[in-house]
């Protein structure tokens, strides 16, 4: 069984943010405006989202 996939695009920069939330975008693996990744749809994938939801566009993959 395939593990739901979810793909998470930089719409904001990170500079100016306090730093869980930029730690949380990095640690979503994105590094530059714009950036799309494609991650596994977990609990622990969603709270970083969450964190930083404001500077995220997320979309089903």
Do not use: C
């Not at 530059?32 to 749809?41: G, L």
């Amino acid at each position: 069984m395939a593990s739901k996939q979810i793909k998470i695009t930089l719409k904001k920069s990170i500079h100016g943010q306090i730093a869980n939330i930029a730690q949380s975008v990095r640690g979503l693996g994105l590094r530059r405006r714009h950036q799309t990744v494609t991650v596994a749809d977990t609990p622990e994938n969603r709270g970083l989202i969450r964190t930083a939801r404001h500077l995220l566009a997320v979309a089903e993959a």
